[in-house]
């Protein structure tokens, strides 16, 4: 596990965790899930876009603050969907991105797209409660887990009927792709200083293996820059602070799209 501020985050997202589960047990939490529901599959929806955009609900950042503490669900997420979002992804992290599982519940209903939860997942729990709330695809940070960890919590998610969205930030974590991760994504953001750098993702391109679709998340803000990673083999780009500083994150995403398209 890297010594940044995911340590910290980590280790916050623990006892939170642990206090979760007082209010509500597990078996509380298993009488609320649907395991019957129909699940989207966001790799098959990013695999068959011509954007591959995954639009992000996202209030705040540890390393920028605030830039959408009033945003709306509901409007954000409809604007979205109509923009032409290949998916959602909605941060669920209240103590450092301002996010709640309530957001995520409220986007389920308003999205005719797949939507992940976007979270720091350490624990079993939290893949029932993304499943209590309608989540299609969980994200997993390889660098929060172990291998052992993120292979438990990927067979769990598909025994859920959630897909999984493998988070790397480097060559070091290639290991950690088993069979359970859908999807492999690069994130462009070093944890430690906050500095984001889109050619992480081309340098790991090479890297990647062929068979999964791959996800270039953080720092993309240009049309041309989502040409260029989709030559290099991405399919999906996950995007939150370009259309969420916007005064309107929707039509933000459709002019972006619109850029985008021959």
Not at 47 to 65: H, L, M, N, Q, V
Not at 120 to 146: M, N, R
Request: with cysteine; hydrophobic share 45%; charged share 25%.
């Amino acid at each position: 596990m890297k010594t940044d501020i995911l340590t910290e985050i980590v280790a916050h997202k623990r006892l939170e965790v642990q206090a979760q589960k007082a209010v509500v047990p597990y078996a509380q939490l298993e009488r609320m899930m649907d395991e019957t529901a129909s699940a989207l599959s966001l790799s098959h929806a990013l695999a068959d876009s011509d954007t591959g955009i995954i639009a992000e609900f996202k209030r705040r950042s540890p390393s920028k603050g605030w830039f959408g503490q009033e945003a709306d669900v509901a409007t954000v997420v409809t604007g979205y969907v109509q923009a032409g979002a290949a998916g959602l992804s909605v941060l669920t992290d209240e103590a450092y991105f301002g996010g709640t599982l309530a957001d995520l519940c409220r986007a389920r209903p308003l999205a005719e797209v797949p939507v992940l939860r976007k979270d720091f997942i350490v624990e079993p729990y939290q893949l029932l409660q993304a499943k209590a709330v309608g989540a299609d695809a969980i994200l997993l940070i390889a660098a929060a887990l172990t291998p052992t960890e993120c292979r438990a919590l990927g067979r769990l998610a598909h025994e859920l009927r959630m897909e999984v969205l493998l988070e790397l930030h480097g060559e070091d974590e290639l290991d950690y792709v088993d069979d359970y991760a859908d999807m492999v994504g690069v994130n462009n953001r070093h944890l430690g200083t906050f500095h984001t750098d889109v050619e992480h993702s081309f340098r790991l391109a090479s890297r990647l293996p062929k068979d999964k679709v791959l996800v270039s998340e953080s720092g993309i803000s240009q049309p041309q820059t989502v040409r260029s990673l989709r030559e290099a083999g991405f399919r999906g780009f996950l995007m939150g602070e370009a259309f969420m500083k916007a005064d309107n994150p929707g039509t933000a995403l459709s002019g972006f799209i619109k850029q985008l398209r021959p």
